[in-house]
């Protein structure tokens, strides 16, 4: 059984950094790991994803440039460098794990387990 926990979340003022952790419990060294969000009243959406490997990674067009994701197998962590935030990537920050690893999933589907989220809030 795989549990999922990120820690990090918090309010910011636009331009700010906030580093997102997730820590993994199981065997989820050999699984892809991705990020979402969901924002008040919007479907979740994909932000980042890495193999399992640690490359590649892939990125939503909206924080292109601004996020970076990367992980730690020895410490089963996976962490979300957001840089320059906007008041619209105030969401809940959601960590997942996809346990088939042919490829890497951009949509909410492609992943087994999920943690609780995050909040992250950005003012203007």
């Known amino acids: 059984q795989v549990q999922l926990v990120e820690s990090g979340g918090g309010l910011v003022q636009a331009g700010d950094s906030l580093r997102l952790s997730c820590a993994a419990s199981?065997?989820?060294?050999?699984?892809?790991m991705g990020w979402f969000r969901r924002a008040p009243g919007k479907e979740r959406e994909f932000v980042a994803a890495?193999?399992?490997?640690?490359?590649?990674?892939f990125y939503a067009d909206s924080v292109k440039g601004r996020f970076t994701i990367s992980r730690d197998n020895a410490k089963k962590t996976v962490n979300l460098q957001m840089n320059s935030l906007k008041p619209e990537d105030t969401a809940v920050y959601y960590c997942?794990?996809?346990?088939?690893?042919?490829?890497?999933?951009?949509?909410?589907?492609?992943?087994?387990?999920w943690g609780q989220g995050t909040q992250v809030t950005v003012s203007s």
């Open positions: 997942a794990a996809a346990t088939l690893g042919l490829r890497v999933g951009v949509v909410p589907s492609d992943y087994d387990y």
């Open positions: 890495i193999r399992w490997t640690g490359a590649p990674s």
């Open positions: 199981g065997r989820t060294s050999s699984y892809n």
